[in-house]
């Protein structure tokens, strides 16, 4: 994998985002999802995340089996997977991890009771597992 070798080196977080966008835009969003404004970039020395917020009509088992699937055929592995709750409450969130070398990619359901505005999450990020509850 030409991307991980390069990782070894120490990127910049500018030169990683360029490379995150590329694997981004090979994961196509679920038929049926729609982007809610425009993808979030952005990068420091030594991070970087592409992110979207989605609407949908797909719960969380078809979103789950869709990632799973469009991510293996991207070379991606399920790496982690926890439920999430809004201060305390559950909403029937879940966060679920898939990792690619030092890359990561996050879907986050809402839950089927949020109320956020948005479905689900999707992010690609390097550098950031701490924030986002990967592994580290």
Known sequence: MAFAGRLMSKPHGSSVLKALEQEYEQVRPPPGARLL????RTNKTSQALVDGNYTTSARYPELRSYYD?????????????????DWFTDLGGVSRTYCKGELRAHLQYAGE???????????????LDPLFGGPG
């Open 37 to 40: 404004g425009a993808l979030s």
């Open 113 to 127: 009771r949020a109320n956020y505005g948005w479905d689900f999450d999707f992010n690609m990020s390097w550098g």
């Open 69 to 85: 699937n469009e991510l293996a055929r991207h070379g991606w592995t399920p790496c982690g997977e926890r439920p999430l709750k």
